[in-house]
């Protein structure tokens, strides 16, 4: 990840004394374009009462009438949301602000599963037919062109408020109340569905309507949209109203999620109350988490907050579950090899497809696509992009083809296929990312640096400030460089240590003491931390940079087996396999130049070196060990082994028995059976070459066909066998030895030709 430090222009030093700002909270206000008198008093003192007229927004007059018309008339209205937290609470808004009023209100929620995103006609028609007169979309309804015209044209009005992007048409609805209507003179254009739903309610209710800023604020956080300008508001003061709830039903969500009242910030929303009210339209019916908000004595709102929280926890399980399931695919199949995932298992629960997608680009940087099958037969399922690469784009050409129905944008989509497709969208998905242009990768910001010695639980107060932080208002991380570290402790999950006085904790990067000699900066958020009693400010790790040690020699033969994050200082990459270039150029996104070969047995004495690949044998590894290098990382990543294991005899017997029943198929039709037989495409062709060593088939016209009477024999028969047999043995060895093992075993054979590190 690619980082530069933000800058601006100090604020005037008037504004920081008028408004008695801390230099930290100064500097955050300067950065964030937060710098004149107007901009800082909104920011710390803004309120509902400061929001602009609900009046300016398109249709809202024509909406508020036709509402009141239907309270005149006793008019049943239904409420069409959305399964998301983001449509749950703008549900809960428009029905709670009808009720209020006295209105016969309903609402739907669309069953992810069987209904999809979105306007459904079918459940259209369903509501005309039971009665209803008004129809009020909430965070939906600017793509239902058929459904709104089904319901104008049966005499039932329907008023649409959403946030989501226009496509060429628009639906020809009573009312359109869109916080970014083309031409409307509403000043903030980024609501969320909740927050269009809150802005109705102050147009209907004539008031500020804050007993709803709670709602709007969770379907702000939950939908990540702008938390500047009106969001800033809806955020901060959703967040004041929180804190202080008495809704039984968010009370209750509180309790469940561990959280203390008072305390509650916008990260406790954005990871734990959010996802929760999101699990319910995951695995089950998302109208429950409706109904907990709209509870009004505490026992219905704890028994439903009960119901959600085993909803979460399965959710949880089903993620984790999933996760290793798609690893275990993904190590079993070869398809860390390629350039992008396509992952398929139809046990997978539909819901958590796009979650465990995002962790899949989170953890391998490549785009991904995550799919099961539903109860229709259908598979469906999630891609998610890595860092760079228009998904969006490189699919779109595939719908009507490889893929029966997509949508989404540059970064994510949703999608359907067939499972006699799917081999195919394996390899159009691959092609697409090798054809297609590759964006720059995106530069993250940092705030400045700092030194520990410097911080304290005042930074943390000051820090927020500038807060609530979002998503066009990110949190604030700052570097530390060349950190003095101490006190190293692993946890259960990451680790922890000190720099300087201040304790850091890490979950994401692997860190170990072999490491941290080669940590020359971090890039850091600023937290409060509270054990037994004790409040501390505490360092949490975003992001590390690598590099030589500067005070002290390391050692000439440096263990970083598995060490992926500490790419980016050799000087040279050694491959023993040339096949393995393209792989580690994509992999790891180094260039042709930074790597040698074995091979050509290039002068690298003066040379810190990393090598990558696993060697084929003793004598590849002793001759590389044995010459000079300033320093030498070894690391045995990549290697050309069929899979991560030597095939079975069980996989053996597999390919045999489809090979029987399939005479005549050409090697590559092998390759779209891979999922079939649930082997990876490169161990199929390798039991195929040892079927061929062993004279068990022959080759006819490009086809496979079978040895007439063949000559038993055993796979240790076969030289390629033994072969190949010999190089997984070395390649686990290498991988599995002991770090002090294969420090003593490589520093033997260096002879004293590895120089020391000056």
């Given amino acids: 990840m690619k980082w530069q430090e933000r800058t601006a222009d100090p604020l005037a030093s008037d504004l920081v004394e ?133 319901a104008q044209s049966h005499g039932v009005d329907v008023i649409v408020t959403d946030h989501h992007t226009f496509k060429e048409e628009k639906p020809d609805a009573y009312a359109l109340v869109h916080c970014n209507y083309p031409g409307q003179a509403y000043p903030f254009d980024d609501y969320c569905g909740a927050g269009v739903a809150y802005t109705i309610a102050r147009a209907v209710l004539e008031d500020t309507a804050s007993e709803f800023l709670e709602l709007a604020m969770i379907g702000t956080i939950g939908d990540m949209v ?195 497709n799917l081999n195919q969208l394996r390899r159009d998905f691959n092609q697409s990312y090798k054809a297609g242009e590759k964006a720059p990768e995106k530069v993250q910001e940092y705030d400045g640096t700092i030194s520990p010695l410097d911080v304290d639980l005042t930074s943390v107060y000051d820090l927020a400030q500038a807060g609530p932080f979002g998503t066009d208002n990110p949190q604030p991380v700052f570097l530390l460089d060349k950190p003095q570290i101490s006190n190293f402790r692993p946890m259960r999950k990451g680790c922890s240590f000190m720099v300087g006085p201040v304790r850091a904790v890490d979950f994401d990067h692997g860190l170990n003491q072999t490491v941290l000699p080669y940590l020359q900066q971090m890039l850091v958020k600023l937290a409060s931390n509270t054990f037994k009693g004790k409040t501390n400010v505490q360092f949490r790790i975003v992001d590390l940079h690598y590099g030589q040690p500067l005070y002290a020699p390391s050692a000439r033969i440096v263990d970083f087996r598995g060490q992926e994050n500490l790419l980016g200082f050799a000087d040279k990459y050694l491959l023993f396999d040339e096949k393995n270039l393209s792989q580690a150029i994509n992999h790891f996104g180094i260039t042709k130049e930074q790597i040698s070969l074995a091979k050509d047995n290039e002068d690298l004495s003066q040379q810190v070196v990393s090598v990558l690949d696993v060697p084929a044998n003793e004598a590849q590894l002793n001759f590389v060990l044995a010459k000079p290098y300033r320093q030498l990382y070894l690391r045995f990543q990549l290697d050309q082994l069929p899979g991560e294991t030597l095939p079975s005899r069980g996989n053996f017997g597999l390919v045999w028995q489809y090979f029987l029943a399939h005479p005549g198929l050409k090697p590559n039709d092998y390759m779209q059976a891979a999922g079939q037989l649930g082997m990876d495409p490169d161990s199929i062709m390798f039991i195929l070459r040892v079927f061929f060593t062993l004279d068990f088939v022959k080759m006819e016209e490009d086809r496979l066909l079978p040895k007439p009477s063949p000559t038993k024999k055993s796979l240790d028969d076969s030289a390629y066998y033994r072969s190949v047999k010999a190089e997984y043995a070395f390649a686990n060895k290498l991988r599995t030895i002991s770090s002090d093992e294969l420090i003593r075993y490589a520093s033997g054979l260096a002879n004293g030709g590895l120089q020391n590190v000056n």
């Fill in 226 to 420: 702008k938390v500047s300008g009106e969001g800033h508001v809806i955020v901060k003061r959703g967040l004041e109203m929180l804190n202080e709830s008495s809704r039984p039903g968010l009370e209750a969500l509180i309790r469940n999620a561990g959280l203390t009242p008072g305390m509650i910030d916008e990260e406790d929303v954005g990871f734990s109350i959010a996802p929760r009210l999101n699990a319910c339209g995951r695995l089950a019916d998302a109208s429950l988490a409706v109904r907990l908000l709209l509870a009004e004595s505490p026992g219905e709102a704890q028994e439903l907050a009960d119901q959600i929280e085993k909803l979460n926890n399965e959710r949880k399980d089903l993620t984790q579950a999933t996760m290793q399931a798609a690893e275990a695919q993904i190590k079993s199949r070869g398809y860390q090899k390629e350039a992008t995932l396509t992952l398929y298992d139809p046990a997978w629960h539909e819901g958590v497809m796009g979650l465990v997608a995002n962790k899949i680009v989170e953890k391998y940087h490549k785009p991904t696509l995550m799919l099961t099958k539903n109860e229709a037969g259908l598979v469906k399922g999630s891609g998610r992009s890595s860092q760079g690469f228009n998904l969006f784009n490189a699919l779109k050409p595939f719908e009507g083809k490889s893929i029966t129905q997509f949508g989404g944008h540059d970064f994510a989509c949703g999608l359907s296929t067939t499972e006699e």
């Fill in 18 to 150: 008028e408004f008695q700002l801390s230099p930290l909270t100064a500097k955050l206000f300067s950065l964030r374009g937060i710098d004149n008198e107007e901009k800082i008093d909104y920011w710390l003192h803004a309120s509902e009462n400061d929001l602009a007229d609900p009046f300016l927004m398109h249709d809202m007059d024509k909406a508020v009438g036709r509402i009141n018309q239907a309270l005149d008339e006793g008019e049943k209205i239904t409420i069409y949301g959305d399964y998301d937290a983001d449509g749950i609470t703008a549900t809960a808004i428009m029905t709670e602000m009808l009720t209020i009023m006295g209105a016969d209100v309903h609402y739907f929620i669309p069953d992810r599963f069987k209904d999809g995103y979105g306007p459904s006609l079918d459940r259209y028609k369903d509501i005309v037919a039971d009665g209803t007169k008004l129809i009020i979309t909430v965070d939906n309804g600017v793509t239902g062109i058929e459904e709104v015209a089904y």
